[in-house]
T-cell receptor
Framework: GQNIDQPTEMTATEGAIVQINCTYQTSGFNGLFWYQQHAGEAPTFLSYNVLDGLEEKGRFSSFLSRSKGYSYLLLKELQMKDSASYLCAVMDSNYQLIWGAGTKLIIKP | SQTIHQWPATLVQPVGSPLSLECTVEGTSNPNLYWYRQAAGRGLQLLFYSVGIGQISSEVPQNLSASRPQDRQFILSSKKLLLSDSGFYLC?????????????FGEGSRLTVL
């Protein structure tokens, strides 16, 4: 079967750095997405990785290792507004997105 | 610029009643359209997707149905709701032909079936 694993919840301090991991087992691979979802709202796109390596976008970076079936989202200089759920999703060989359950990130002052 | 809007935002319905959720996209033509359901503690579940008018693919057999009567309109329906239909429903669009492109989500519709 296809599976996406990410931690259920993480806590971090304002101003710090946090890394949210995602491991996947899918039938084929056509890229990995990270989305941010604030409580009660729709997900919004953060990043897309299809090749190995690190993609940096301001305070957010996303890393992919296809051989290990592994990705992480790195958030730097955490702000209170970063409190949200972070969803990892992998596109399989049929171009269907397989979604993880999301990681709820709690930021403390 | 492109926008997506879905409604209603929240609704409470009795078991056995009908359902209609609507989604419209503006500013793009022939988008790929999706209906997802999000249950607490679980990943987004793809319910239906459409690559064109009248073309609907169903991912999960259940008592829900979808229609695309116009290019930029996507409707999720049920004739008789079940308790298990409760959840957060999300409509999304994607650029046509861009299967690896990002999804743009509507605001979501929270359905509670009592």
């Amino acid at each position: 079967g296809q599976n996406i694993d990410q931690p259920t919840e993480m806590t971090a301090t304002e101003g710090a750095i946090v890394q949210i991991n995602c491991t996947y087992q899918t039938s084929g691979f056509n890229g990995l997405f990270w989305y941010q979802q604030h409580a009660g709202e729709a997900p919004t796109f953060l990043s897309y990785n299809v090749l190995d390596g690190l993609e940096e976008k301001g305070r957010f970076s996303s890393f992919l290792s296809r051989s290990k079936g592994y990705s992480y989202l790195l958030l730097k200089e955490l702000q209170m507004k970063d409190s949200a759920s972070y969803l990892c999703a992998v596109m399989d060989s049929n171009y269907q997105l397989i979604w993880g359950a999301g990681t709820k990130l709690i930021i403390k002052p | 610029s492109q926008t997506i809007h879905q409604w209603p935002a929240t609704l409470v319905q009795p078991v056995g009643s009908p359902l209609s959720l609507e989604c419209t996209v503006e500013g793009t033509s022939n988008p790929n359209l999706y209906w997802y359901r999000q249950a607490a503690g679980r990943g987004l579940q793809l319910l239906f997707y459409s690559v064109g008018i009248g073309q609907i693919s169903s991912e999960v057999p259940q008592n829900l149905s979808a229609s695309r009567p116009q290019d930029r309109q996507f409707i999720l329906s049920s004739k008789k709701l079940l308790l298990s239909d409760s959840g957060f429903y999300l409509c999304a669009w994607q650029l046509p032909g861009h299967h690896t492109g990002e999804l743009f989500f509507g605001e979501g519709s929270r359905l509670t079936v009592l």
